[in-house]
T-cell receptor, first 113, second 116 residues
């Protein structure tokens, strides 16, 4: 499986933008880039995903490098409720591994009031 | 949006007993569900894939006779931890693909198992 690399932790102030980086230099052409986050003592929550083009939804934006070897999750205005572990995961659509997610250690985001 | 529930949210049991955890997709059908385990301060680890109408497939190192999985319907998968021991104490989380977006996984809230 293609692996991802994320910083162990990041900090932000409330109402400021947060850029969470992810490196995936061995990504294959059929790998989607997914982001999930996990609040303490809860199951992970889907944030956003993309293949090649940048993506926006109500939670965040995903900026994907042109060579797809890295991506950045952007939280436009961090709130205290955004404090969580953020996971960047590669997943193939279809095939025997479809739906199976390999979680790394993720990035612990701390948001200061 | 797609919702996945788990029951119970927490359970405490004595060593040697069996515990059943339910995972339900509330507003969509799931022919496949996934079971993960998460130890304190660690990341999620995939245990097995639950398949409706057929046997579950287990990840390497996961004992299928200890972690029994039954996918009884298109909305329900159960994980039974048999003869539980303290080392089985963990946070068990299920997920199901689909709802609005078949490429994404929707996770349950997790079940905290403590074996005394």
């Amino acid at each position: 499986d293609a692996k991802t690399t994320q910083p162990n932790s990041m900090e932000s102030n409330e109402e400021e933008p947060v850029h969470l980086p992810c490196n995936h230099s061995t990504i294959s052409g059929t790998d989607y880039i997914h982001w999930y986050r996990q609040l303490p003592s809860q199951g992970p929550e889907y944030v956003i995903h993309g293949l090649t083009s940048n993506v926006n939804n109500r939670m965040a934006s995903l900026a994907i490098a042109e060579d797809r070897k890295s991506s950045t999750l952007i939280l436009h205005r961090a709130t205290l409720r955004d404090a969580a572990v953020y996971y960047c995961i590669l997943s193939q659509a279809g095939g025997t591994s479809y739906g199976k997610l390999t979680f790394g250690q993720g990035t612990i985001l701390t948001v200061h009031p | 949006g797609a919702v996945v529930s788990q029951h119970p949210s927490w359970v405490i049991c004595k060593s040697g007993t069996s515990v059943k955890i339910e995972c339900r997709s509330l507003d969509f059908q799931a022919t496949t569900m996934f079971w993960y385990r998460q130890f304190p301060k660690q990341s999620l680890m995939l245990m097995a894939t639950s398949n409706e109408g057929s046997k579950a497939t287990y990840e390497q190192g996961v004992e299928k006779d200890k972690f029994l999985i039954n996918h009884a319907s298109l909305t329900l998968s159960t994980l039974t931890v048999t003869s539980a021991h303290p080392e089985d104490s963990s946070f068990y989380i299920c997920s199901a693909p689909g709802g609005e977006n078949a490429d994404t996984q929707y996770f349950g809230p997790g079940t905290r198992l403590t074996v005394l």
